[in-house]
């Protein structure tokens, strides 16, 4: 341990004392994600790392920038124990564990026994979930010993009253009320018809799963009279099949890209190790093909041979083979070369743009079609280059681009950072926030794949929606939890980023919006002109949700102040146009109050917040531009397209490269920009110019 942790610091020592001066990107680490991802796909592996890594700095918005990603000994301490926890699940010591196939009732839950009727229904067939606020609904008979893939399939209908559909949510994780939790997907079921629901997940040991109805009936409600006599509407479920673990190759593919075909042989109860008749040959050609993979590049005798050394001094110290060959592994998942994307001054060689490229579109390693191209000399040409690029965009690895670009430039990563307040926005569900994301993922995917034009950020007169987020948006319709793409009605006051509910619930706290706060990210988002921090005397303002006064009124005090009245002529026009949309990007024409206002009634069913202020979202921009609401505000912004391709390339090559661009980057960006104008600003086509510039061609 203490011989590999050394090693590590000397080598990553010896890389950041010998790196040359950089021109625009400095020399940069893998990030927490990326360093997942690249370890999944080096081992083949599904296993969550990240979270054993100190979060990652961002910088000019983005947490994979150079500048930002600093490296210490608590960062290597990290790194070993991460090698350790991969290697372990990658390299098998047992045989084959035996898969089981075990249909499981609610009827024999405990929670369900001992319930006497009062959440749950029990029919001859199943049990009725009711509540979709009460959810001790966990499947304690499945309780896995092994680690792996389990294949499920639940069937279920909708119970009673019903001309629609009932979804429901499954989530997978810890049975104990403090253990993490994650989201495996939503499902409809049709009423009184049973259906099978089915899906693979990777379960941990003792973990399960939960099923949960959604829209249905609080606790509350269903406890005053007793399951029984409840007359709304339920999830019946009939039984929970699970198969696993699943695994098609034994030894696993893991195993196989560590130690080829090399035999085990037992080395204690119930334990197999990887034994070598030839361990010097084997280690060697094993380490050459590994380390070839981790440093992604072709790789000399030389890069070999520290982690050959230290392999031979386990073996000379009468270690076995494998775990001879576990302490080079290890090396190498510590080593500067596999932590740190190496890239020289000046044009990038091919392996370096393959890697580049790679993390660019797919936040991980580059694949063998990648690396061959780069080891031909071929990759740089740019038909090749272009056709790669194809490729990995219609890859299902992109989906990484989307969740980690958007995450960031979109702030998406910060949807769960607040909670709605629930007395304001009782109607906030997991259901909603999830459609939010899924629809912003969804709607640039389109627009990737589609090579729209980039205009649609700020106005498009279409959606991706389902039937949760169509109802958030007042639009009639749409039915079931599949999205769709959706001609938006003209009066719908959506279409583009802007108006989309995940971005404005990250620009909103979970009590109240600010103009200021939406009005600097739009400034710096969409446009590129990001605002100076506020002086350090001047207080923040904070809206009154007691709805005795607006945050219109309160700014124009605000405004008063000589150092911020410059800044806020910029900031304030972007964030009032958005004051249409609360907390939760709903549409309002009043603010929602706690404390002044009248009474709202829904359904018959009064809120437990009252109608407060009327809402006023126009303003003049700095140029003396006037606008009335958020739909004139973007025709505003609409005028100067190349402003918004300009800001979004930046963007990319900031996310792309792991630098922001400079000044002296101008006359290429405005290259990158005067190229897309004569493909109609189209995304794809952007992406393809970004990859094909000087500047994403160089360090």
Not at 81 to 109: C, F, W
Request: with cysteine.
């Amino acid at each position: 341990m203490r011989s590999i942790a050394l090693l590590g610091v000397i080598l990553i020592t010896t890389v950041l004392d010998a790196a040359e001066p950089p021109n625009r990107v400095v020399l940069r680490r893998l990030n927490r994600v990326e360093y997942e991802n690249t370890v999944r796909d080096l081992l083949d592996i599904d296993i969550d790392l990240k979270d054993l890594l100190p979060l990652d700095t961002s910088s000019h918005g983005f947490d994979n920038v150079g500048e930002a990603l600093h490296t210490s000994s608590f960062l290597m301490e990290r790194y070993l124990e991460a090698a350790d926890i991969a290697l372990n699940v990658a390299i098998v010591n047992g045989p084959q564990p035996p898969m089981t196939k075990k249909r499981y009732s609610y009827v024999q839950e405990r929670q369900i026994i001992g319930d006497g009727g009062k959440i749950f229904r029990t029919l001859d067939d199943a049990v009725v979930f009711f509540s979709s606020t009460y959810s001790p609904t966990i499947l304690y008979q499945f309780y896995p010993q092994i680690r792996g893939n389990y294949r499920f399939r639940i069937s279920a209908y909708g119970f009673q009253n019903l001309d629609k559909p009932v979804t429901f949510r499954v989530q997978a994780g810890g049975m104990m009320m403090a253990q993490k939790n994650h989201l495996v997907g939503f499902f409809d079921v049709p009423a009184k018809q049973p259906t099978i629901i089915e899906f693979v997940e990777r379960m941990e040991p003792t973990h399960s799963i939960h099923i949960i109805p959604h829209g249905t009936a609080n606790e509350q409600a269903i406890r005053k009279d007793g399951a029984d006599k409840f007359t709304g509407p339920g999830l019946a479920v009939q039984w929970v099949e699970v198969e696993g673990p699943l695994h098609p190759v034994w030894p696993p593919e893991s195993h196989r890209r560590l130690f080829g075909e090399l035999e085990q042989v037992k080395s204690g109860p119930n334990r197999l190790e990887v034994t070598s008749k030839n361990p010097a040959l084997d280690a060697e050609r094993l380490l050459r093909v590994f380390v070839r993979r981790a440093f992604r590049r072709s790789i000399t005798d030389t890069d070999l041979q520290p982690f050959l050394k230290l392999v031979k001094l386990k073996l000379d110290a009468k270690m076995s083979f494998e775990q001879s060959m576990r302490v080079g592994y290890k090396a190498v998942l510590v080593s500067p070369e596999f932590l740190f994307l190496r890239e020289k001054p000046g044009k990038l060689n091919d392996f370096a743009l393959a890697t580049r490229l790679s993390y660019f579109l797919w936040s991980t390693t580059p694949d063998a079609e990648l690396l061959t191209l780069a080891e031909k000399g071929k990759l740089h040409e740019p038909e090749t280059l272009r056709g790669q690029v194809e490729r990995l965009l219609n890859d299902p690895k992109s989906r990484a681009f989307t969740e980690n670009f958007l995450g960031q430039w979109l702030s998406l990563r910060d949807i769960n950072f607040t909670s709605p307040d629930h007395r304001l926005y009782p109607e906030f569900d997991e259901m909603l926030k999830a459609a939010m994301i899924q629809e912003t993922h969804l709607f640039f995917n389109e627009l990737v794949k589609q090579d729209l034009s980039l205009t649609n950020i700020v106005a498009s007169d279409f959606t991706m929606l389902n039937e949760r987020l169509a109802k958030h948006y007042g639009i009639p319709g749409i039915e079931g939890h599949a999205f769709r793409k959706v001609m938006l009605p003209k009066n719908s006051h959506r279409g583009g980023f802007l108006t989309m509910g995940s971005v404005l619930k990250v620009t909103a706290n979970g009590t109240n919006t600010s103009p200021v706060t939406r009005g600097a990210w739009v400034l710096d988002r969409i446009l590129g002109t990001p605002p100076s921090p506020p002086p350090a005397d001047v207080p923040a303002v904070e809206p009154d949700i007691r709805g005795a006064i607006t945050i219109r009124s309160q700014l124009a005090k605000h405004r008063e102040i000589a150092a911020c009245a410059s800044c806020h002529t910029r900031i304030d026009p972007p964030g009032f146009a958005l004051e249409s949309y609360d907390v939760i990007g709903g549409w309002r024409e009043h603010y929602r109050s706690v404390g002044n206002g009248q009474a709202v009634m829904i359904d018959g069913r009064r809120m437990p917040y009252l109608k407060g202020l009327k809402v006023d979202p126009a303003d003049e921009l700095a140029d003396g531009s006037t606008f009335r609401d958020i739909n004139e505000y973007k025709q505003l912004l609409l005028r100067d397209r190349d402003k918004l391709a300009r800001a979004f390339t930046k963007h990319l090559l900031t996310y792309g490269t792991g630098g922001a661009p400079s000044a002296n980057d101008r006359a290429e960006i405005d290259a990158i920009v005067a190229k897309v104008r004569e493909k109609n600003d189209g995304v794809r086509s952007l992406i393809h110019e970004v990859v094909q510039s000087p500047i994403f061609q160089r360090k």
